[in-house]
């Protein structure tokens, strides 16, 4: 029988790509890794970037391509079904853990991923914290209390379980696992500590680590910041989404609500035309 060949391809420090790495490694499937550290400097623009990279993170096993890194995680369950299973085989307790992976990725993903989100950055998508993060005009004080509210919320779920999983890592330990090493960017950033408000969850984090499996996926938390650093730089210079954003985060510390706002950029407003033609600065 012939050996199976396993790569997996994605960008430096994914949550998505650590998310598909850690079930692999959970289940001892040796595979192929290649990291995506940083857009060539011959790329102009974002389309570029975009097209670079939308289709990460992969998977490719045995010449076969698994795209989307829900389905990834999924494959991974399925095609090794007689290793360590992370979905539960009771229908509820199977649905609640699906309910709680894509709570993760919509409310604690606060890092703009270049290949499906960066270039949805608005005024009203983006969450505080993703708004801070990138240096849009925001409250940053609300922006902490919205990720702390968002992690409360995962510590009463985990409750006293050692994994969310219940006795062995699960589906919602790999999802949440990778934004742990992020942390500290969002710490460093917002100079405040999240274990002060959420213990449970650090603690949860600390036993995870205690496994190779995530242990040896996760990157280095300094090296994190300084990437998340390089990157918002790297966008600033390569395309005027995040200038377009700062200006309309501006224009709406004038506005009495979103509704005027949107007047304004639909030039519904009388005189909206020379407002919105003044300089942002």
Known sequence: MAAERVNIIHLLASPHGLTCRI???????????????????????????????KSLPVLIHNGKEIYEFRTVVEYIDEAWKSRSAFLPLDPYKRAQARYWFDFIDKEVNLILVINRQLVAISLFSAPSLV????????DTEAAKKELVSTLKELEVELGDKPYFGGESLGLVDIVLLPHYAWFHTYERCADFCIQAHCPKLIGWAKQCLRKASASQCLPDPDEVYENAMKLKERVDEITPVVAIAKFFSRLASRCDSEHMLGDIFF???????????????
């Open 131 to 138: 708004a801070w993060l990138w240096g849009l005009a925001c």
């Open 23 to 53: 079930p692999l490694a959970e289940k001892k499937i040796g595979y192929e890794l290649e990291e995506v550290h940083k857009f060539r400097s011959s790329m102009a623009t974002l389309e570029e970037v975009k097209e670079s990279c």
């Open 267 to 281: 030039g519904r407003l009388v005189g909206a035309e020379a407002w919105v033609s003044e300089s942002p600065a």
